[in-house]
């Protein structure tokens, strides 16, 4: 990227190991907190690096930014995780120039994250380049890819159903839930077992439902008490499970014990109650449903939800790559522009001196003379002469090279090395 004067380093890199390669130990071991991220990004400034974006998740660890050599950064990655490199060399990827600005572009966009359209990687984008420009690890390059990217994003998911449909258990039940209760927000819901994918079904209740009437009862209570901490909800004692049941309308089980939790004798519901049991094996007797207003749902329907919802996903990839490349070719313009700017920049201050000169020797020549219409004129002048070169540049891409040389020469400007 030298020659497009972005950096005074050569290259722009990005570095990283994914759930594509990587397991999950290994992912572990060069997972970042916070506070990692910014000793790697104070170090980096230290060392004369620049641009710098350093993103992690549960499925990916990415350095993005200029180097001379990409194992400055992985250096960097090795240094502040708990990864080593011959770890790294492994299960590691590279991309330099095009292929990792293409690459930041898919990992953005949600084509390269494990469940295809997974639009909360852009969130974790936007809070990465924040940090990086609050350590002045950012450059006009870098903000310019990233917003790039943002948009990029933003029009997939507007002009495309990439991101549609319920991807996982926890968030299928919910959407399941919205599908078929009327007036949901005025529903009792209970959820029972507050493991991890009770934990995350009750985060998508709380978000997606609006419900301020969602009570959780774990055999362990101050598991749910932790859960229902962070969400203001209401917290139940395992004995208070019959009770309850008789007060909800929809009951949500994952508490993954090995044999059912929840039979027809616990339940004497007077009004409708929906069941959807999240649980392997089920949590949930089939007995259940000879209650006449009881309708269970188990984890195999729901998982079929989120089979087919990838699968509609898929073909709408293509689409998604079109937009991709609009607005990659977007950028690729102006990163093209930014390669006159040096010559351009050096031209107006050549034409500027040459004007300063002339109008010092009319002035003194002339009687009377105008400095202020002389500069007027004479602005405008450089500006129009200005706007052809930049404009020439622009549209003459195969012979901008020599473009650039010619304008350097006749002018006598000093060499721009690219």
Same mark, same amino acid.
Request: net charge neutral; hydrophobic share 35%.
């Given at each position: 990227?030298?020659?497009?004067?972005?950096?005074?380093?050569?290259?722009?890199?990005?570095?990283g190991?994914?759930?594509?390669?990587?397991?999950?130990?290994t992912?572990?071991?060069?997972?970042?907190?916070?506070?990692?991220r910014?000793?790697?990004?104070?170090?980096?400034k230290?060392?004369?690096?620049?641009?710098?974006?350093v993103?992690?998740?549960?499925?990916?660890?990415?350095?993005?930014?200029?180097?001379?050599h990409?194992f400055?950064?992985?250096?960097?990655?090795?240094?502040?995780?708990?990864?080593?490199?011959?770890?790294?060399?492994?299960v590691?990827?590279?991309?330099?120039?095009?292929?990792a600005?293409?690459?930041?572009?898919?990992?953005?966009?949600?084509?390269?994250?494990?469940?295809?359209?997974?639009?909360e990687?852009?969130?974790?984008?936007?809070?990465? *380049?924040?940090?990086?420009? #609050?350590?002045?690890? @950012?450059?006009?390059?870098?903000? &310019?890819?990233?917003?790039?990217? +943002?948009? $990029?994003?933003?029009?997939i998911?507007?002009?495309?159903?990439?991101?549609?449909?319920?991807?996982?258990?926890?968030?299928?039940?919910?959407?399941?839930?919205?599908?078929?209760?009327k007036?949901?927000?005025?529903?009792?819901i209970?959820l029972?077992?507050?493991?991890?994918?009770?934990?995350?079904?009750?985060?998508?209740l709380?978000?997606?439902t609006?419900?301020?009437?969602?009570?959780?009862?774990?055999?362990?209570?101050?598991?749910a008490?932790?859960v229902?901490?962070? *969400?203001?909800?209401?917290? #139940?004692d395992?004995? @208070?499970?019959?009770?309850?049941? &008789?007060?909800?309308?929809?009951? +949500?089980? $994952?508490?993954?014990?090995?044999?059912?939790?929840?039979?027809?004798?616990l339940?004497?519901?007077?009004?409708?109650?929906?069941?959807?049991?999240?649980?392997i094996?089920?949590?949930?007797?089939?007995?259940?449903?000879?209650?006449?207003n009881?309708?269970?749902?188990h984890?195999d329907?729901?998982?079929q939800?989120?089979?087919d919802?990838?699968?509609?996903?898929?073909?709408?990839?293509?689409q998604?790559e079109?937009?991709?490349?609009?607005?990659?070719?977007?950028?690729?313009a102006?990163?093209?522009?930014?390669?006159?700017?040096?010559?351009?920049?050096a031209?107006?201050?050549k034409?500027?001196? +040459?004007k300063?000169?002339?109008?010092?020797?009319?002035?003194?020549k002339?009687?009377?003379?105008?400095?202020?219409?002389?500069?007027?004129?004479?602005?405008?002048?450089?500006q129009?002469?200005?706007?052809?070169?930049?404009?020439?540049?622009?549209?003459?891409?195969d012979?901008?090279?020599?473009?650039?040389d010619?304008?350097?020469?006749?002018?006598?400007?000093?060499?721009?090395?690219?």
């Amino acid at each position: 990227m030298r020659n497009y004067h972005v950096s005074r380093h050569h290259s722009f890199y990005a570095i990283g190991l994914s759930y594509q390669k990587a397991d999950a130990v290994t992912r572990g071991h060069f997972s970042i907190t916070n506070e990692q991220r910014i000793k790697i990004l104070e170090e980096a400034k230290q060392d004369g690096l620049e641009g710098l974006l350093v993103t992690s998740t549960c499925n990916r660890t990415e350095v993005y930014g200029f180097a001379e050599h990409p194992f400055q950064l992985i250096k960097l990655l090795c240094k502040h995780t708990q990864g080593t490199v011959e770890e790294f060399e492994e299960v590691a990827y590279v991309y330099k120039n095009q292929e990792a600005i293409s690459h930041l572009f898919r990992m953005g966009t949600g084509l390269d994250s494990q469940i295809v359209g997974d639009f909360e990687i852009i969130s974790q984008l936007k809070e990465a *380049f924040r940090v990086s420009k #609050k350590y002045g690890l @950012d450059n006009p390059f870098l903000e &310019r890819l990233a917003n790039a990217v +943002i948009q $990029a994003s933003k029009r997939i998911k507007s002009e495309t159903n990439l991101s549609s449909g319920a991807t996982s258990v926890s968030f299928a039940s919910v959407h399941y839930i919205l599908q078929h209760v009327k007036h949901v927000s005025e529903k009792n819901i209970l959820l029972f077992g507050t493991g991890k994918i009770g934990r995350n079904t009750c985060e998508n209740l709380v978000k997606h439902t609006k419900n301020k009437s969602i009570t959780l009862i774990n055999r362990t209570k101050d598991k749910a008490e932790r859960v229902a901490g962070k *969400f203001d909800l209401i917290v #139940k004692d395992h004995a @208070d499970l019959q009770s309850e049941i &008789r007060k909800t309308d929809i009951l +949500i089980v $994952a508490t993954g014990a090995q044999r059912p939790t929840i039979s027809k004798e616990l339940i004497h519901a007077e009004q409708d109650l929906l069941i959807l049991d999240l649980s392997i094996p089920k949590n949930v007797s089939d007995d259940v449903t000879d209650l006449k207003n009881v309708r269970l749902v188990h984890l195999d329907y729901l998982s079929q939800m989120t089979d087919d919802t990838l699968a509609k996903r898929k073909e709408f990839i293509p689409q998604a790559e079109a937009i991709i490349d609009e607005v990659k070719a977007d950028f690729n313009a102006w990163l093209e522009s930014r390669k006159f700017a040096p010559t351009i920049k050096a031209l107006k201050q050549k034409l500027k001196t +040459i004007k300063d000169e002339e109008i010092d020797f009319q002035s003194r020549k002339i009687n009377n003379f105008n400095n202020e219409h002389a500069e007027l004129v004479s602005n405008r002048i450089i500006q129009k002469i200005m706007n052809q070169f930049a404009s020439h540049l622009k549209g003459e891409q195969d012979t901008s090279d020599a473009s650039l040389d010619l304008i350097q020469k006749v002018f006598q400007l000093k060499k721009i090395n690219s």
